[in-house]
């Protein structure tokens, strides 16, 4: 039997002596006075057993993993008529590329990327207001989790608000293409909300078991609907390091600019780690060389 919590040990060790960690995010002034030294990782096997290692139970921002519990909803709520506003295509750009949303006339590539995630925020918003799509989301997070205790952090929330021009744009630009229902300053307000949520490695990959589809854990959606989402996590959850992480990883994640990510191993396990430094795709650097090492030594990859 495949020992995780000797596993986990190796890799905190490993990681440990990384001299080069990456950059924190700081294009959000809150994240980037995240310490970047941290690390911690969380392993849910379809025994239900959990395991974790480091800073597992120190809270960070999940930022575009909440894309995840967004696209979940979105799904349940719109069904396939999602699509119609948004493509299933890896981008190949960065998460916040202007430049192919001009391109392809509004319809962002896929739901990760911003402009998508934006999109997908707006169609389950549907003229509602901000608190009670926000109170959807947590209602969804904390029962996949199984954990009350998850809140969204304001001031983060706040930080990127002062700051997020980019994002501003993309939802101004979607609106001029048709592709936005509700005021830029409406959807935006939670997206940032919706990307502040708190969450700790032991939580997220808690939250991350329905996608496991195992028997016995959580059942937040329909099969088809978890194979769907773990397809859209492989080709578009790491950005335009979404090949990379599926060649060295070989499972589906989604990447944080806070530094987490989470990662799906089928009928296996759900794992949530998170080191606050990024990779030059804004994903998090040893986060991947984590997962990348767990990978190796238990064999998990959905390419056999
Ligand atoms: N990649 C990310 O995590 C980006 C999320 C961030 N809130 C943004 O919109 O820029």
Redesign the pocket.
């Known amino acids: 039997m495949t020992d995780i919590a000797a596993i986990l040990r190796e890799i905190h060790e490993t990681v440990g002596r990384s001299a080069d960690r990456g950059r924190v995010?700081d294009?959000?002034p809150e994240l980037a006075e995240v310490d970047p030294g941290r690390f911690g990782m969380s392993v849910v096997l379809a025994d239900g057993s959990e395991h974790s290692v480091g800073d597992a139970a120190v809270p960070f921002s999940i930022?575009?993993?909440s894309?995840v519990f967004a696209l979940a909803l979105a799904l349940g709520r719109l069904g396939d008529r999602l699509w119609s506003r948004v493509g299933r295509e890896p981008s190949g750009l960065a998460?916040?590329s202007i430049l192919q949303l001009e391109h392809e006339r509004g319809i962002p590539r896929n739901p990760f990327i911003?402009a998508g995630?934006?999109v997908v925020t707006d169609a389950v918003l549907a003229g509602h207001a901000p608190r009670e799509y926000l109170g959807e989301l947590l209602r969804f997070i904390r029962a996949a989790a199984e954990d009350d205790g998850i809140h969204i952090d304001d001031s983060v929330a706040r930080s990127?608000t002062e700051t997020?021009h980019?994002?501003f744009a993309l939802a101004h630009f979607l609106r001029a293409h048709g592709n936005l229902e509700n005021p830029p300053e409406l959807t935006l307000g939670a997206?940032?909300h919706q990307?502040?949520v708190e969450m700790t490695c032991t939580q997220l990959a808690r939250a991350g078991r329905f996608l496991m589809a195992a028997p016995g854990m959580p059942r937040m959606v329909s099969a088809d609907r978890v194979r769907r989402i773990n397809a859209l996590m492989m080709t578009c959850g790491h950005?335009d390091g979404s090949g990379d992480f599926a060649y060295r990883v070989g499972l589906p994640g989604k990447?944080?600019?806070?530094g987490g990510i989470l990662v799906i191993a089928p009928g296996r396990a759900a794992i949530a780690v998170w080191s606050p430094g990024l990779n030059a795709q804004?994903?998090s650097k040893l986060g991947t060389e984590a997962v990348e090492l767990l990978a190796r030594r238990t064999g998990w990859s959905v390419f056999g």
């Open positions: 995010a294009y959000i930022q575009s993993v894309k998460f916040n911003n995630a934006i990127e997020g980019r994002n997206y940032f990307c502040a950005y990447s944080g600019v806070g804004g994903n």
